[in-house]
């Protein structure tokens, strides 16, 4: 039983350092909800509900499908080319 508990208090520790540093670094514009000063407070006086809070409600929303790549257009397909010509 006690090894549940130092097991959850690990995730706990690791999920509130996580959504710390997360939320210091995000910008004060892109947070959803509440303000950058009040998510700290949530995410330090209420450890794992806070922290839970911070990833589903605070976070900024990402296009879910990472990082595109680039098409290569052909010069000849390419309209900032010809105008160059």
């Known amino acids: 039983m006690v090894r549940y508990a130092v097991i959850a208090t690990i995730i706990i520790l ?3 350092i996580y959504s710390i540093i997360d939320c210091s670094r995000t910008a004060e514009s892109q ?4 303000p950058k ?4 407070v949530i995410i330090i006086f209420v450890p794992g509900i806070g922290s839970i809070a911070w990833i589903i409600a ?3 929303k990402g296009n879910g499908r990472g990082r595109r790549k680039r098409k290569i257009i052909p ?4 309209p900032d ?5």
């Open 81 to 85: 080319f010809l105008k160059k010509l």
């Open 14 to 16: 690791a999920l509130m």
């Open 37 to 40: 000063w009040a998510w700290l």
């Open 75 to 78: 010069p000849d397909d390419n």
């Open 58 to 60: 605070g976070r900024p």
């Open 31 to 34: 947070i959803r909800s509440l």
